[in-house]
């Protein structure tokens, strides 16, 4: 069967660098997504990796590598802002179009 | 991306009754999808929304409890029905956009059932 495990929780210093990591283990691997949730709000989407490697966009990176069945999410110059969940997603094996997400890593920024 | 709007965001509501969720899409959308997070869980599927034809639903979700349209390709609903406390919870209406077939879901709305 397809499982993802994600840290329940992290604390994180504002300014500082923050990893999140997930594992997942999947058959037949179609790519990675992360999203970010507020506490109260809809998921939004953050980014997708299909290729190892890491994929930079602004503050955040995405890490993926397939042969281990492993990613992970780069915070840089956190800000009380990036307080929130983060969500690791994979595509079912059954369908590609839809999604199996982590528990979430709910990540809390303080001054 | 895809700009999805929901209705009700909020609602609570009495043990038994039923209530109607909207969701609208800005443009055409092929795949539409309803979820369901209980408080402090991720996310979990209940049904795939087809147009024209009886949504698709996930193991442990029946149409009977959670009756679904789809008259067209921008706007979906979800009933959820004969509530009772355990259907607390809030439910995302979700989209497939974009070359990468991203996910993209709505604001959700917050449901209490007393």
């Known amino acids: 069967g397809q499982n993802i495990d994600q840290p329940t929780e992290m604390t994180a210093t504002e300014g500082a660098i923050v990893q999140i990591n997930c594992t997942y283990q999947t058959s037949g691997f179609n790519g990675l997504f992360w999203y970010q949730q507020h506490a109260g709000e809809a998921p939004t989407f953050l980014s997708y990796?299909?290729?190892?490697g890491l994929e930079e966009k602004g503050r955040f990176s995405s890490f993926l590598s397939r042969s281990k069945g492993y990613s992970y999410l780069l915070l840089k110059e956190l800000q009380m802002k990036d307080s929130a969940s983060y969500l690791c997603?994979?595509?079912?094996?059954?369908?590609?179009?839809?999604?199996?997400f982590g528990s979430g890593t709910r990540l809390l920024v303080r001054p | 991306s895809a700009v999805i709007s929901q209705k009700p965001s909020r609602d609570i509501c009495q043990r038994g009754t039923s209530l109607t969720i909207q969701c609208q899409v800005d443009s055409q959308v092929t795949m539409m999808f309803w979820y369901r997070q209980q408080p402090g869980q991720s996310l979990t599927l209940i049904a795939t929304a087809n147009q024209g034809s009886e949504a698709t639903y996930e193991s442990g979700f029946v149409i009977d409890k959670f009756p679904i349209s789809r008259p067209n390709l921008t706007f979906s609903t979800l009933t959820v029905s004969n509530m009772s406390p355990e259907d607390s919870s809030i439910y995302l209406c979700s989209v497939l956009a974009g070359v990468r077939d991203t996910q993209y879901f709505g604001p959700g709305t917050r449901l209490t059932v007393l």
């Open positions: 990796n299909v290729l190892d």
């Open positions: 997603a994979v595509p079912r094996e059954d369908s590609s179009y839809k999604l199996i």
